[in-house]
């Protein structure tokens, strides 16, 4: 299996990077400099282990047996890591999928069992009934936006003037380009147009987007997710359900077996994530990250970074909101920025996930947070040093223990918040430099 070439664990990140100080980055500032090749090593104690491989986990061991195997899924039972994370095959009725870390893993097979159901709602009495309906409606409503959008507008409910405001400009935007492409040479007639292309502005004036995050609510999955499959299935559902006039019933829809994990279980995203539309869900973050000090250019960034989906940048932003009072956030907010993969920005959600779950459970609160180097860490009220790690299962590698015994980390004694696993030798040794492993 091919394994991620950039790891995004903590550890190896801490791999070679001065922790000098504990200074508070300045987050105007540009990304810090790549770190030198190698860093500065405490010899090693002459009782010093020989380092062991990373472990090849079994599934059916390592894994709650619903994870392993469902009525649409099934885990590969071998299972390799890279010293800190898993990393996973799935195959499935809708393809195999290469899964790095057990979070995203818990993603995928939600995800799978969300097409499912989709499916089987596809297969409805009440889906093809609606689909009768939404055909006989939608092509007459699209031309009349187009042809008199003024009046259109006008007859809409107030209740919804806000969000005009939101998207008026791709209204506008969407009506023109149906207009140019009914000219040209071959051009489509506007209302068949606009039945595909004016989905993105017209459907969300008429309340698409709505009928959408409610679709992702009831399966418990993101609204804006980046597994192309799922992404189509709910819009196709959500459009014919709302454009047929039919209330959205998914979440029930038998499938021949029920979602053995609960939606909130699975999706771990914000709860207001299915509450507003995504213009308002943006405008929201915008604020957030005013309110964060975090500078114009790093905002602009930070919204224009495609390794960053929506739910990604608002589950990062409401992490740092919860380390209310911590000094550094706006570092981290452009270190999201300058994520160059969507791997790369998961596991940063992560980190601050656990970060915000720690202070949560009544643990010291965060007084800072630090880059070391591109990496979260924190000081909390006592003074300790707190690290988070979202892994699965470290062992005790050349890589590891070279970490472990720099010379500016011994004495330090770090808290370890993590979520899977530790080797017995790696156990061992992080005792006996001091380390504190706590699970979360």
């Known amino acids: 299996m091919k394994k991620d070439a950039l790891l995004p664990c903590l550890l190896l990140a801490l791999s070679g990077l001065p922790i000098s100080g504990m200074a508070q980055q300045n987050p105007a500032s540009s990304p810090p400099p790549p770190a030198p090749p190698t860093a500065q090593q405490a010899p090693l104690p002459p009782s010093a282990p020989a380092p062991e491989s990373p472990a090849v986990l079994k599934a059916s061991q390592f894994l709650p047996a619903d994870l392993v195997a469902g009525p649409f899924h099934r885990v590969r039972e071998l299972v390799p890591t890279d010293g800190y994370l898993a990393h996973y095959t799935v195959d499935s009725d809708f393809g195999s999928f290469e899964i790095t870390g057990t979070p995203q ?114 399966l418990g999955v993101d609204p804006y997710t980046d597994n192309p499959r799922l992404r189509d299935e709910i819009e196709k559902v959500a459009w014919v359900f709302w454009s047929g006039g039919l209330p959205l019933r998914v979440g029930g829809m038998a499938t021949g077996a029920s979602l053995a994990i609960t939606a909130t279980t699975m999706a771990g995203l914000p709860g207001d994530i299915y509450q507003v539309t995504p213009d308002e869900l943006a405008l929201r973050d915008n604020r957030a990250m005013e309110a964060l000090l975090v500078p114009a250019e790093a905002r602009s960034a930070f919204n224009a970074n495609p390794s960053l989906t929506l739910s990604l940048r608002h589950s990062i932003l409401t992490s740092l909101a919860a380390l209310d009072g911590a000094r550094g956030r706006a570092a981290v907010a452009g270190l999201a920025a300058d994520c160059t993969n969507r791997k790369q920005a998961r596991f940063l959600d992560e980190v601050l996930r656990l970060l915000a779950s720690r202070q949560a459970g009544g643990a010291p609160p965060i007084q800072e947070i630090t880059l070391m180097g591109r990496i979260p860490a924190a000081v909390d009220s006592t003074g300790a040093l707190v690290l988070t790690l979202p892994v699965d299962y470290v062992s005790w590698t050349t890589e590891v223990s070279g970490v472990v015994h720099r010379e500016d980390l011994i004495g330090r004694k770090p808290e370890i918040y993590h979520t899977g696993g530790f080797s017995p030798l790696a156990q061992q040794e992080l005792a006996r430099v001091g380390w504190t492993l706590r699970r979360l």
């Open 105 to 218: 893993l818990r993603r995928c097979i939600q995800e799978i069992q969300a097409i499912a159901k989709l499916n089987a709602v596809s297969r409805s009495d009440i889906f093809a009934d609606g689909l009768r309906r939404s055909l006989e409606q939608p092509i007459d409503a699209a031309k009349n936006v187009i042809t008199n959008p003024v009046e259109t507008v006008k007859a809409m409910p107030s209740t919804v003037g806000h969000f005009f405001k939101k998207v008026g400009n791709s209204i506008s935007t969407a009506t023109s380009n149906i207009r140019e492409r009914s000219n040209e040479p071959g051009g489509v007639d506007p209302g068949a147009a606009a039945v595909k292309g004016f989905s993105q502005a017209g459907k969300s004036i008429l309340g698409f987007d709505k009928a959408k995050l409610e679709c992702a609510r009831q």
